[in-house]
């Protein structure tokens, strides 16, 4: 069985991987969910090769875990790319596949409820993906995306298989935001996943 796997002009590292394997003795054992790739990231990847951002755009990737979604950004629109995570041990699977990307991308360690209008004023679009997973993150991630809005974010994708929490996420978006679709994705390459992705215009 391959230790890697190739997508969207990404190498993207399985847990076999021994670089993986060595992070994990050297103690970055990720404590929220954190321990592999997720699969809802290949939705916003998908949809962006059909709707691109401009070139150079400040990127926000919540939620990074190992950030293959922000790096997918730094290297098709060479994005300006930050990843954020409450859980710190991530930082050294996104560095690792940074570097194996030959791509730049910064880490910070921040929950969202730590994301204030000041920090969030540093970027364009903010990205997530399977991030809401918990009935608890709906309120956190919805506040999140009113100071999005109050920061001058342009726009705001969280891409879910469309957990309870997430569709609650949506529908509070849809009540408070005047520009909000909810657009369906089936993919069968390079895995087979669906789900739906939440785009928020200001």
Known sequence: MADHRRAFGLRILNASHRD???????????????????????LIMDYLRRHPFRKRVRVLEVGCGWGLLGMYCARRFDARVTGIDADGAVGAY???????????????????????VDYLSQFDVLLGADICFWDELTPELFNMIRRARRAGISKVMIADPCRSPFEELADRCDDAFDSV??????????????????????
């Open 20 to 42: 993986i394997a060595r992070l994990k003795r050297e103690g970055h054992v990720a404590e929220i969910h954190g321990n592999r790739f997720w699969n809802s990231s290949f």
């Open 181 to 202: 679709e909810r657009v369906e994705k089936w993919l069968k390459t390079p895995v087979r996943a669906s789900g739906e992705i939440l785009i928020v215009d200001f």
């Open 94 to 116: 996104l560095d690792l596949h940074a570097e194996l990307n030959g791509v730049k991308m910064a880490f910070e360690r921040k929950r969202f409820s730590q994301l204030t």
